[in-house]
C-alpha cells in the first residue's frame, strides 16, 4: 500500500495517546449483518487449539444454536473453547432472555467453559457502569472478529427491516489478534479463568498490506483510551470524516473537533439511528446536536428501515475504525470497549460502498425536517451527559 501524505504523522499521534502503533501485515474484511453468523460458525469449525468469544450480549436464539453446536462439537475434539458474557446485555437474572439456563448449560454440557463478567450485585448502578461491552471472536490466536454484533436474533438478515438490525463488523488477520487476545485473556482472569496457555499466542505472519491496531479501553476517570483513538482519528481527516454511530451523543469537545474539521473544509457527515431505535431517550438526545451540527455545516441522514447499529469511522480514502464502541458518554468513559484501527485503502473503499448503499435507506436531516431542537431533546441531552467527562 501507498502510504499517504498523513500516515506516520497519525501512527505517532496513536502511539502516543494509546501506547500502540499501527503495525503492518494485515488483512482486515468487512462482514455485515447476518453474514457474522455464517462466518464466525465456519472459522469455529475450522479452529483446532482454541476458541474465545467475548460479548455483551448473548441470547436464545437460532444463532445461537448454531454458534453452540459449533462451540460444543469443537470441544469434543479437544478444542479449548472459552466463553465470556455480560450477565447485563445476556440477562443472567430470570427473565425472557435468559443465557442461564437455555444457553449457559448446553454449553457447559458441552465441554465449554464459561464466565459472567463482573455478576450483578442487584444494585441499579451496577447493571450500567463498569460493563463489558466487547464483542470478541478468536480462534487459535490467529484470526479474530469484531464489531457492533450480539448473538441473537437482532443480528440475523441484512438490515434493511426493523426486526433485522444493520451493523458492521470486521474478520482480522495479522499482528493486532494479538491485542485482541490479549483483551480477553485479561477478562478472563478477571473473570476467575486461569492464564491462558503459551499457545494461545503464537507468533503471527503478516497477511496482507494494511496497517492496524486494536484499541482496547476500559473506561474510569480522564480520557479513556476509546476516546483518545477517535479524537485522533478525526484529528487525521483532510478531506472526508464520515462516521456512523448507534447511539451518537458525544460529548461537548467532540462535537467541537467535527464543527473545527468542517470549518477546514471537510466534509464530515453523520449516519445515525433513525426511527426504529432500541432506547428513546438516546435518540432524542441525539437529535439534541443536530441544531448545532447542522448549522456548522455538518450532513446528517438517520437510517430509515432497521436500527442502525454499526461503529465505525472513514477518515479520507485510507484510514477507517470499526468496533463497538459508540459515542455516547457510556461507551466512552464507564465501559469496556475495543475497536480496531486500520489504515487501507481497499478496506476504505469497500467502506465507502457501504455508505453508499446506506445512504439510500436513510434520509438527510434538516434544520426544517427533524433538526430543531426541543425541551424534550435538552433534558434528553442533559441525562445522557450525566457520565461525560467534559459535561
Known sequence: MVLPPGFEAFRHALYQSTRLRLEPGHRVELVENGRIFDEVVEAIRQATESVHI???????????????????????????????????GSEEVRGEHDFDPKVEQR????????????????????????RTHHKLVILDGQLGFTGGFGIWKSWQGEGDSPEEWRDTNVRVQGPAVREMQLAFARTWQECGGALLPESCFPELEHEGEGYAA???????????DAERMLRMVFAAARRRLWI?????????AILEQLLEK???????????????HDWRIVRA??????????????RIWEYQPSMLHSKTVLADDWLCTVGSTNLDALSLHRM???????????????????????????KEMTLAHGGRTNPWRRFARRVTQLLAVDR
Request: proline share 5%; glycine share 10%; aromatic share 8%.
Open 214 to 224: 486494536f484499541v482496547e479501553s476500559t473506561g474510569g476517570h480522564g480520557l479513556s
Open 262 to 276: 468542517r470549518k477546514q473544509g471537510v466534509d464530515v457527515r453523520v449516519l445515525a439511528a433513525g426511527p426504529v
Open 54 to 88: 467475548l460479548v455483551f450480549i448473548w441470547r436464545p436464539s437460532e444463532p445461537s444454536d448454531r454458534i453452540v453446536e459449533a462451540l460444543c462439537e469443537r470441544a469434543r475434539a479437544g478444542v479449548a473453547c472459552r466463553v465470556i458474557v455480560d450477565p447485563v
Open 285 to 298: 438526545s441525539q437529535r439534541a446536536t443536530y441544531e448545532q451540527m447542522l448549522k456548522g455545516g455538518v
Open 244 to 252: 456512523a454511530n448507534a447511539y451518537f451523543t458525544p460529548p461537548k
Open 336 to 362: 469496556r470497549e475495543g475497536s480496531i484501527v486500520v489504515a487501507d485503502r481497499r478496506l476504505a473503499s469497500k467502506l465507502e460502498k457501504c455508505w453508499e448503499r446506506d445512504l439510500a435507506h436513510a
Open 107 to 130: 454449553l457447559r454440557e458441552g465441554g465449554v467453559e464459561v464466565h459472567y463478567f463482573r455478576p450483578l450485585s442487584g444494585r441499579w448502578l451496577g447493571r450500567l457502569l463498569g
